[in-house]
T-cell receptor
Framework: GAVVSQHPSRVICKSGTSVKIECRSL??????MFWYRQFPKQSLMLMAT?????????EQGVEKDKFLINHASLTLSTLTVTSAHPEDSSFYIC?????????????FGPGTRLLVL | AQSVSQHNHHVILSEAASLELGCNYS??????LFWYVQYPGQHLQLLLK??????LVKGIKGFEAEFIKSKFSFNLRKPSVQWSDTAEYFC??????????????FGTGTLLAVQP
């Protein structure tokens, strides 16, 4: 149980284009999903918290106009990297939370490797 | 602000050796504690978690962790490692204050290599 998928697993795009990454909770409903970025040999850094039916909450330093997040249903959140540049190349990971309050646990997707040329 | 430190960046063990990975956090309030594992080419998987109650938590694949509140620690242990335990291990902490949760903060990870 608690399986989270991401699509695509890897994407290569030209500078200036937009890329959409999907995150789905396959066997549970997730009111809250999270988007992380992982740099090589570093830990996961939270980019934003996505709540179903409301605007995402972005972490300090994350441009909300560049990283558009939509959480239209309890099983799907999307991250769109707009006008991507080479410095946006990274590994993007989503998670979906199961349980509520003090019992909340995040389950992670397999990640999407983005390379911007 | 919350922070998590994992002291060992790389650990190399022979099969059947015992494992202990350190994790310390800084946060004065109530915490939820997690260990995640990332096997080569795979995504983060939950190994075990602590919310409350018995500070000794048992997880999957023979792993356990002990929450020592006075030391702000949540070390991961396994009595006898296998080659298949080769992976990167992340400690994560989520703090609670005033009924609201803080975000999940990850340590920098420990890369474990088990030699057959």
């Amino acid at each position: 149980g608690a399986v989270v998928s991401q699509h695509p697993s890897r994407v290569i795009c030209k500078s200036g284009t937009s890329v959409k990454i999907e995150c789905r909770s396959l066997d549970f409903q997730a009111t809250t999903m999270f988007w992380y970025r992982q740099f090589p040999k570093q830990s996961l850094m939270l980019m934003a918290t996505s709540n179903e039916g409301s605007k995402a909450t972005y972490e300090q330093g994350v441009e909300k106009d560049k990283f558009l997040i939509n959480h239209a249903s309890l099983t799907l959140s999307t991250l769109t990297v707009t006008s991507a540049h080479p410095e946006d190349s990274s590994f993007y990971i989503c998670s979906a939370s199961l349980g509520a309050g003090v019992r909340e646990t995040q389950y992670f997707g397999p990640g999407t490797r983005l390379l911007v040329l | 602000a919350q922070s998590v430190s994992q002291h060992n960046h790389h650990v190399i063990l022979s099969e059947a050796a015992s494992l202990e990975l350190g994790c310390n956090y800084s946060y004065g309030g109530t915490v939820n504690l997690f260990w995640y594992v990332q096997y080569p080419g795979q995504h983060l998987q939950l190994l075990l978690k602590y919310f409350s109650g018995d500070p000794l938590v048992k997880g999957i694949k023979g792993f356990e962790a002990e929450f020592i509140k006075s030391k702000f620690s949540f070390n991961l242990r396994k009595p006898s490692v296998q080659w298949s335990d080769t992976a990167e291990y992340f400690c994560a902490v989520k703090g609670w204050y005033g009924g609201a949760t803080n975000k999940l903060i990850f340590g920098t990870g420990t890369l474990l290599a088990v030699q057959p």
